[in-house]
């Protein structure tokens, strides 16, 4: 089985300071990890991905991640916040065998990210 | 280009109507997905279909339904039966399951009035 758990529903930073939204998961076998992210009444867009290679992985627009086995985290990171960052983020863990045909997605709650001018 | 196209944007449902959601792909993904997300809830899966001519429920099924007749779309019909429909809904396709990751579409708005 499977979970993800966010550790903050909202983060507030201050444009120009470091962005740090809080992922742990749970995982029976060797997981796959995603961070996406989704504007106001939009869809769900990838920004960066885990899949057993390097353990800090670079995504899009400056973000990245990294994988710590031993705490079991996936915090996503940014160095220097701009206004267009805020939206809401998603942890999603994904089971490279999920036996039992399962959807092999499952998504935390959601951290709202608010950029302070 | 390649994409997942849902439609309409928005969608307004009266009580007791049936109402379908369409969503499109050219990704060429075997999988598809269908999610509904509330307010601080996150996604829920619905339905997904590894292959055609076969879906499983998710999380939620109850009062929706879907087919999978063609690899490229799965509607998502909302039926009566769904006692609290209005919500956001986002279609998703991947190349399998497990351990890869899902393309969204836009999304479609439903409300019921």
């Known amino acids: 089985a499977q979970s993800v758990t966010q550790l903050d529903s909202h983060v507030s930073v201050s444009e120009g300071t470091p962005v740090l939204l809080r992922c742990n998961y749970s995982s029976s076998y060797s997981p796959s990890l995603f961070w996406y992210v989704q504007h106001p009444n939009k869809g769900l867009q990838l920004l960066l991905k885990y899949t057993s290679a390097a353990t800090l992985v670079k995504g899009i627009n400056g973000f990245e991640a990294e994988f710590k086995k031993s705490e079991t985290s996936f915090h996503l990171t940014k160095p220097s916040a701009h206004m267009s960052d805020a939206a809401e983020y998603f942890c999603?863990?994904?089971?490279?065998?999920?036996?039992?045909?399962?959807?092999?997605?499952?998504f935390g709650k959601g951290t709202h990210l608010i950029i302070q001018p | 280009d390649g994409g997942i196209t849902q439609s309409p944007k928005y969608l307004f449902r009266k009580e007791g109507q049936n109402v379908t959601l369409s969503c499109e792909q050219n990704l060429n993904h075997d999988a598809m997905y269908w999610y509904r997300q509330d307010p601080g809830q996150g996604l829920r899966l619905i339905y997904y279909?590894?292959?055609?001519?076969?879906?499983q429920k998710g999380d939620i099924a109850e009062g929706y339904s879907v087919s999978r007749e063609k690899k490229e779309s799965f509607p998502l019909t909302v039926t009566s039966a769904q006692k609290n429909p209005t919500a956001f809904y986002l279609c998703?396709?991947?190349?399998?399951?497990?351990?890869?990751?899902?393309?969204f579409g836009q999304g479609t708005r439903l409300t019921v009035v």
């Open positions: 279909s590894q292959i055609v001519n076969d879906f």
């Open positions: 999603v863990v994904s089971e490279r065998y999920s036996g039992g045909g399962a959807d092999g997605l499952t």
């Open positions: 998703a396709s991947s190349y399998g399951t497990g351990g890869t990751e899902a393309f």
